[in-house]
């Protein structure tokens, strides 16, 4: 099958595309509380009616009542929008403003997500006084029909005072759920479609881990898969693999992290031969796909959110997705709209709907909760007296330690403290004038995702059972007395609750939960949040703020990203980098940068040409002069190659491999430099090098970008002539190389290549040795820099 050679991607698509986002950045930006009434409008609590949401629509901003610790200010968009800015103002005509808050969305003001800015920080930068607007961009639009600003700081002394605004568009879309058993596909117009260029988008939002989002696929071999494993999205193309030259076109990519939060998240898909860009929420991953083929050739149709029986073929192992998908776009073509409308190229398998079921969560609503503070607690009554404990809750956290629950036993038996730690739930039982029972339970629980735990104790016993595995308990048998207390404590025990009982020295727990039980009975979380029941602190209600701090990882150069609830730091150790997310470089970029800091004997050095560039630092060997610091590289070849039988048709390819440094590493000191060189010789005996004057050159070599170069040691690029030819002092004047005259004697084309932006040269190619008696010999120098670079793009040809 013919596919044609590799594309480049053309330089006018990404400028194309740039233009359209601004564009659609600058037609979205419209107000969109003030078009709302004020009953659209509500808080956690106001200080009086002056100040409330539904006065006047915040004519002077909304306070809270003194009382409220963690306040918020909700509004309830009229219809789903595309946010693409937020702003904030104090309190009029006051001494009232907030200096940061979160600011939360959600399709429901029951369940929110936190918007993270780029770094992961989920703190906006509010004002610092009460009359100037501060106004954020978004990095990236969020989809939302509500949203909510929590005030975390204020003005010293003060109070909160809050106006806002929020920036977008009203967002139309079409939607489909998909229940795990259903599918929706579209069949292409040709039964075959082959394609070099290929744009795919849609927003999905679950509560799956796992689940088949796309596919489609050709029979020799094509594909085209997106996918959910394990919370994060999983890309796969084949353009085609070859059988001849062994050339797997398989190629693969994991983005994102906790995608199964129930919030959208906005997947597109750009293609040009081999180069994609793949943008999730924002995020921008650029890949070359492996192979030789630049077109997708697929069968028939397209297929969206699971596969039947009959359609599984190479995916059999892949779940279906269950959750919700919208606006699902293949090149320029709405599916869900033709879907809709019954159009005969669609079809529907399974129970489809068109609109946006909510799933529940192991069938039971999704209502969770965030401990997000030093503070955060909660404190819901148990039934005292019992003689069985019975604790079951799910939770979700990325941090390596904290208190999940404490409770004190009736009439002073002991206490029970159950907390993470590397991973592990720790479970003490504490009895009166008795030795301590401790034991761990699970392993890899702070990995980001929900897990459940179920604890139940009595008389002599102990049942703990993670992830609902009723196949592997874990059973204690112990002497052990239970009579359960009248109050449970749960993320921790903060000072304000110490003098009540709750005095645990375990750290703060940062993470989510839901679904908590004591005492056989389900708390209402509603109610706790209405102070109804129990008492809490510092608490988000309806939100799962737990973000992976480390997807994308933004060290760079290799270090490792280590997070905490609240931030992430990077390990720079053994990378050669420094600064906090390992940016900046140990190294001088070149022999030169060491020749400045005043070393001044020959000898190995490392440098690290690009500075804070993407390759590693590496070892040059340094020769140092009065005026000059030379970085040299050294390659394998350094002896002479002797070449006998090759022809145009089957050359001789001779590889010129440097010492541990890739062909980019060593382009990154030749664009650095300020002047290179590298000495080429071949030696011939009936051996024609170039053919000039105008012939089809025998022997050339390769340099930068495996790029072909007829011209020789001491030539201009794109002359076709050796040094000889360019000093007119060749053996033959007819010819412009030594080597072309075609001689029965050994002669010699030497020189310096000096056009720094082809060098390094990487390959010798050789192909007029077939002849009886026909021999060449060649040898290939090491790279020579030196300087700063300081004219980056001219052209050297000399000292």
């Known amino acids: 099958m013919d596919r044609g050679p590799r594309a480049l991607f053309p330089p006018l698509l990404p400028l194309l595309l740039l ?6 950045a600058e037609q979205c930006n419209e107000p969109l509380v003030a078009q709302e009434y004020s009953s659209s409008m509500t808080a956690s609590s106001y200080y009086s009616y002056s100040y409330s949401p539904s006065y006047g629509k915040l004519h002077c901003g909304w306070s809270p009542q003194v009382s409220d610790r963690l306040p918020w200010l909700q509004i309830n968009l009229s219809q789903r929008s595309k946010i693409t800015a937020i702003a904030t103002q104090g309190t009029y005509n006051s001494y009232d403003w907030v200096t940061k ?110 689940g088949l989002l796309l596919h489609s696929e050709g029979e020799e071999g094509d594909y085209i898969t997106v996918e959910l494993q394990g919370a994060k999205l999983l890309f796969h193309i084949n353009l085609g693999s070859s059988n001849i030259h062994s050339v797997s076109g398989e190629t693969s990519i994991t983005l994102g992290s906790l995608l199964d939060d129930q919030h959208w998240h906005m997947v597109l ?73 019954r159009y005969s190229q669609t079809q529907t398998l399974g129970n489809i709907r068109f609109y946006c079921r909510e799933f529940l969560y192991k069938d039971r609503p999704f209502y969770p909760i965030t401990f997000a503070t030093q503070a955060s607690f909660i404190q819901v009554p148990g039934i005292p007296m019992q003689n069985q404990l019975s604790v079951n809750f799910s939770f979700r956290s990325l941090d390596t330690s904290g208190l999940l629950l404490f409770s004190n036993f009736s009439e002073g038996l002991g206490w029970l403290e159950m907390g993470l730690s590397e991973g592990q739930i720790n479970i003490s039982f504490q009895q009166t004038g008795k030795k301590r029972l401790e034991f761990a339970a699970g392993s890899n629980l702070t990995d980001g995702h929900w897990h459940s735990v179920q604890l139940l104790a009595r008389m ?58 004591v005492d056989n009975y389900l708390v209402d979380l509603e109610l706790v949040k209405r102070r109804k029941l129990g008492r809490y602190a510092e608490m988000l209600f309806n939100t799962c703020g737990v973000a992976d701090r480390c997807t994308p990882n933004l060290c760079e150069h290799g270090g490792i990203c280590l997070q905490t609830s609240d931030n992430f730091v990077c390990d ?16 001088p970029e070149s022999c030169d940068g060491y020749r400045k800091l005043g070393v001044r004997t020959s000898g190995n050095y490392t440098i690290d040409p690009d500075g804070s560039g993407p390759s ?33 048709d089957q ?72 040094a000889c030819g360019m000093e007119k002092s060749c053996t033959d004047p007819k010819y412009f190389c030594n080597c072309d005259a075609d001689y029965r004697q050994w002669k010699t084309d030497r020189g310096l290549l000096r056009y720094r932006e082809d060098l390094p040269v990487t390959k010798v190619v050789v192909g007029d040795t077939n002849r009886s008696g026909s021999e060449a010999r060649f040898t290939v120098g090491p790279l020579r820099c030196y300087g700063d670079g300081e004219c980056p793009g001219a052209r050297w040809f000399g000292h």
Not at 284 to 296: C, P
Not at 472 to 499: E, K, M, W
């Open 19 to 24: 233009s359209a986002i601004s564009c659609s």
């Open 460 to 517: 002599d016993s102990v049942i703990v059972v993670i992830d609902e595995r009723e196949d592997a308990p874990i059973r204690i048998n112990h002497a052990l007395r239970v009579q359960t207390g009248d109050q449970y404590y749960f993320g921790g025990c903060p000072t304000s609750v110490r003098n009540l009982g709750c005095f645990s020295n375990v750290s703060m727990f940062h993470g989510c939960m839901q679904h908590i039980h």
């Open 101 to 210: 808050y979160l600011f939360l969305y959600g399709d429901r003001p029951d369940n929110w997500t936190p918007f993270y800015q780029q770094g992961h920080n989920w703190t906006f930068a509010g004002n610092r006084n009460s009359d100037d607007v501060v106004r954020h961009e978004l990095w990236r639009p969020v989809l939302a029909r509500s949203v909510r600003f929590v005030a975390l700081g204020w003005s010293v002394n003060r109070y909160v005072g809050f106006r806002v605004e929020v920036y977008g568009c009203h967002y139309d879309s079409d939607m489909v759920s998909f229940d795990g058993n259903s599918s929706l596909s579209y069949q292409f117009q040709d039964e075959n479609t082959r394609s070099l260029f290929d744009s795919i988008s849609f927003n999905f939002k679950t509560m799956a881990q796992d």
């Open 572 to 587: 720079c150790e053994r990378t050669g980098y420094t600064g906090p997310t390992c940016h900046n470089s140990f190294y």
């Open 651 to 722: 050359p001789f390819v001779g590889q010129i491999k440097y010492y541990n440094n890739t062909e980019e590493e060593i382009s990154a000191i030749t664009l650095a430099a300020e002047y290179c060189e590298q000495s080429i010789s071949f030696s011939c005996y009936r051996s024609r090098l170039l053919n000039s004057p105008s012939g089809l050159p025998f022997s050339w070599w390769l340099g930068r970008g495996f790029e072909k170069h007829f011209y020789w040691g001491g030539a201009t690029p794109g002359s076709q002539r050796c």
């Open 269 to 341: 898909i750009e293609r040009y031969g081999q180069d994609i860009n793949i943008t999730l929420d924002g995020h921008v991953e650029r890949l070359l796909t492996n192979g030789d083929f630049d077109h997708l050739d697929l069968n028939s149709l397209i297929v969206f959110g699971g596969l039947n029986t009959t359609e599984r073929l190479r995916l059999v192992d892949k779940p279906n997705f269950q959750g919700c998908m919208e606006n699902i776009m293949y090149n320029n073509i709405s599916i869900i709209d033709l879907a809709r409308a």
């Open 616 to 648: 590693r630092p590496f070892t040059v060997h340094c020769r140092m002069t009065e005026h000059k610091a030379w970085t040299i590289v050294y390659h394998q070849q350094q002896q002479e190659v002797k070449v006998t039988g090759s022809t145009l």
